[in-house]
């Protein structure tokens, strides 16, 4: 029996796959210091702190300092975006998910590797708790560890009163949300590919399945059900 999903944000149900990405670059830009979306990728689904500390160790430029301004100036953009910019929106498709699986009794958690604030921002302008859809969410600073850990989805584990990972399902569009969902033991760990990273880097992650429309996550979590008869 599946008793809950959790769901990555930005990119699995936030329409915004380069979002992040585009965010960094202008960030790291403010301070003189040029990066790509492919530098970029390495803050993606992790901490943003430990992402910001991984680009400046590989551009031979660490500083806690300049990691405290970079994170600020992160921050600023995306929480602009987010609050602001006419083109955030939820993946097509997410909200008739959400809804299909609360038909179901199961349990929707979200987990991300923004902060509190930011996906507070995000919640709010798309207003998903409003509608009932949200069982939980956690961010990345509500927990002692960020991704690939599994630290996330046992807060959530918690706070929906399971206990076995075997009853839990991860959906994510990087191979960190797949590594975190493997290794939580989570009976399905199932990727969205949003275009951020190829599909093949989410098989090789070890995702059973990837989808690129999220609707398409209900007959792979009936299949599951009726296998688990």
Known sequence: ????????????????????????????????????????????????????????????????????????????????????????????????????????????????????????????????????FIDASVASDEVRHGRPHPAMIFALMERAGIQRPDQVVKVGDTPTDIEQGRRAQCRLTIGRYSGAFPEQALINAGADAVVTDILDILPILHEAKVGSR
Request: no cysteine.
């Open 1 to 132: 029996m599946i008793r809950l999903v959790v769901f990555d944000m930005a990119g699995t149900t936030v329409d915004d796959a380069f979002s992040v990405h585009d965010a960094m670059i202008r960030a790291f830009d403010q301070y003189g210091l040029t990066i790509d979306r492919e530098t970029a990728s390495q803050a993606i689904a992790v901490p943003k702190p430990v992402g910001i500390h991984r680009i400046l160790t590989l551009l031979g430029q660490e500083s806690p300092y300049l990691e405290t301004l970079l994170l600020t100036a992160f921050k600023s953009h995306m929480r602009n975006y987010y609050a602001n910019d006419p083109g955030v929106q939820e993946v097509p498709g997410a909200s008739a998910l959400f809804s299909k699986l609360k038909e179901q009794n199961i349990q929707i958690g979200l987990d991300t590797g923004f902060d509190r604030e930011l996906a507070d921002v995000i919640l709010q302008r798309l207003r998903w708790i409003d509608h009932g």
